[in-house]
């Protein structure tokens, strides 16, 4: 039954179609150190304007900040003058860039490379053609415009820590690792998977593979958790070279930017790489069957178009079908944070 006119209510079309206000409020708040700032304290507008350099009026100042404290980012005693300002839970423990909790990493790369791409949504749907800094390349040829810069690819690791860092510590309590003796994860970045594998499962040797001028970063990286000597650092193109063998593979965020010819393609690389107890999985924003829940999932599917062209995001079923039709016997799903989850694929 239809609802009546006066039943109708344009808030939902508001809010989304005007949802960039409140994501570039967000973004500019973690550009600016707010939530780092606040980390453990409390402090008035005024403190905050001086503490971040801002140039805007008195009463701009208080419309950003309540902003943030509308959308539940900030708390607050007080108003205006004699306002108060505070993180919230959620912005202490994950956007304090001191902690080890910080995902603001995919925020940070949000608000410097995405969100100006995304202007030209429009542009790819109507083209098929990628978007972003390499509109000519196509497949993840970006990372290597990316991997020129130390800074931007720290910048991008960070951002892929900050994104799947969550999902990693659910997984390392979900998955029972102690049924494998080697583990390569393909595509590692920063290596914080395979950091948080050996921490909780000793009995794992861990490889993180990737392109060469990821190395130092993934070194750093253990460095910091002081688990250097725990983890293999592996460099090469696994769209080009033989994957390191181990008993189980992952990837995360890996097959979603790639077309589905290419991901047939490494499907089948992996499961020739695999022993016969071996297993694949894929750590990604893994769509609904029905495609109709995962909206982050199929946002995400579009980002791979402004970022790829013709890599998309997956269901459940596309993963199934790939699996099977490259040998594995079976497939599993693991639901980790939010909108993520572990695809996996076993050998036998």
């Known amino acids: ?49 001086e503490a971040l350099k801002l140039g805007c009026t008195d009463r701009h100042v208080f419309d950003f900040l309540d902003t943030l404290l509308s959308l539940g980012f900030l708390k607050r005693e007080g108003l205006l003058e004699n306002a108060k300002y505070s993180n919230s ?14 995902m603001g990493g995919i925020l940070q790369m949000a608000n410097n490379r995405l969100f100006h791409h995304w202007q030209n949504l429009e542009e790819g749907l ?23 810069s130390p800074e931007r690819l720290q910048e991008f690791m960070d951002a892929m820590s900050g994104i799947q860092g969550g999902n990693f510590m659910t997984l390392v309590k979900k ?12 595509g590692g970045a920063d290596g914080f998977l395979s950091a948080m594998i050996t921490m909780h499962h000793p009995n794992i040797e861990c490889t993180t593979f990737d392109l060469p001028p990821v190395a130092p970063v993934v070194k750093r990286k253990l460095d910091r958790m002081k688990i250097t000597s725990r983890v293999k650092i592996a460099s090469g193109d696994f769209m080009k070279d033989p994957i390191p063998p181990a008993e189980i593979m992952t990837m995360g965020n890996i097959l979603h930017g790639v077309n589905e010819e290419t991901k047939l393609m490494l499907f089948k690389k992996v499961y020739d790489a695999l022993p016969e107890n071996g297993a694949f999985m894929a ?6 069957n029905d495609r109709r829940q995962n909206t982050f999932g199929l946002l995400m599917s579009l980002n791979m178009l402004i970022e790829n062209g013709d890599a998309f995001d997956y269901t459940a079923n596309d993963f199934e079908t790939w699996a099977k039709q490259t040998g594995f016997k079976r497939t599993e799903i693991i639901q980790l944070e939010g909108p993520t989850s572990a695809a996996v694929a076993y050998k036998n």
């Not at 839970?89 to 909790?101: G, H, Y």
């Not at 998955?175 to 393909?186: H, Q």
């Open 126 to 148: 109507l083209t098929g053609e990628a978007q972003n800094e390499a509109k000519n390349d196509h497949n993840m040829e970006f990372f290597h415009h990316l991997y020129q």
């Open 283 to 288: 750590i990604e924003n893994i769509i609904d």
């Open 89 to 102: 839970a959620e912005t202490e423990f994950f956007l304090d860039e001191k902690k080890p909790s910080f």
């Open 175 to 186: 998955f029972n690792f102690s049924n494998y003796k080697t583990l390569t994860d393909v």
């Open 1 to 49: 039954m239809e609802q009546k006119q006066d039943q109708l209510n344009p808030s939902k079309i508001m809010q989304i179609g005007m949802g960039f206000w409140a994501s570039k409020v967000v973004l500019s708040a973690v550009r600016f150190k707010l939530f780092t700032l606040l980390a453990g304290t409390e402090k008035s507008a005024r403190e905050i304007k």
